[in-house]
């Protein structure tokens, strides 16, 4: 049966933080979007979750790269590369010859046409022969299972590894949207650098990750929901001896405040320029999150008290986009692609 199976239908949310394949409607690839190569022949080593096992602990021989940057590509080849591994890891091997691939890829609602044009390429290169591009925030509302095409308003609030989308949506296009090069990385650098500033302790990059996951916190007052100090084990800034320092949620809510209140005032600017109607219709139906930064600690409760509109945490924020770009891919006649 596979021998007659050409094409192959497939569906990337390709994010900064991780890229999410599926097929069929499963998720046959969720890794971070991060590639090894070697420095001499710049062939690939390694893909996605081993990849990431790498970063930040190479030898000079091997380069570990993340291709992302803000939502768009940074490093067009380690991309390519990086999508060609993660769509080898879907083919069973029961295909006589490589199938032709038809795609839709998310991207972010911001993207300029240079940096559409370099997703298209990127996907054409490693294997795409039907590219289709859909935005982000309605990949979102499509996933949560929200009507895009009825005439009504819904506002998507997508956090994701290296920007934030907002959009507001009806009739199947957006009517208002702020993109932002603001989201995870910053709270994540924010860390980095509070630990360097406040403890006078070095952490990388993917320690500051964990602090985020699991004492970051959008309000200073969680009250039952409060989580446990985490224990950072890292190396004095000037002595360089191992240091063990407890860190709360309380403090990591203060050194995220000034990221998190620049997502606030673009939530706030989208508003401004959403149709009276919409408008109407949006405190009345709530405002969705979805995204990794969905999850953090207090952020919808935050954002519920000074907006002073309902926002709902999305099942399943992390999967959100990608589902929404599976939906599409089914219905590819429904909806309007970036063509």
Known sequence: MGFFSFTKEIAMDLGTANTIIISDGKVLVDEPSVVALDRRTEKMIAVGERAKMMYEKTNPDIRTIRPLRDGVIADFNACEQMMRGLIKKIHTGTHLFTPALKMVISVPSGSTEVELRAVRDSAEHAGGREVYLIYEPMAAAIGIGLDV????????????GGSTEIAVISLGGIVADKSLRTAGDDLTYDIQEYMSRQ??????????????????????????????????????????????????????????????AKIEAAILQALEETPPELYADIVHNGIYLTGGGALLKGLARRLTDKINIPFHVADDPLHCVAKGTGIALKHIQEFSFLM
């Open 149 to 160: 095409l009825a005439p009504e308003g819904n506002m998507i609030v997508d956090i994701g």
């Open 199 to 260: 403890h006078n302790v070095k952490v990388s990059e993917r320690m500051a990750e964990r602090i985020k996951i699991n004492v970051g916190a959008a309000l200073t007052d969680l009250g039952e929901e409060a989580p446990e100090d985490y224990i950072v084990h890292g190396p004095n800034r000037i002595t360089a001896l191992p240091m063990e320092v407890p860190v709360c949620y309380q403090e990591i809510a203060r050194c995220l405040e000034k990221t998190v």
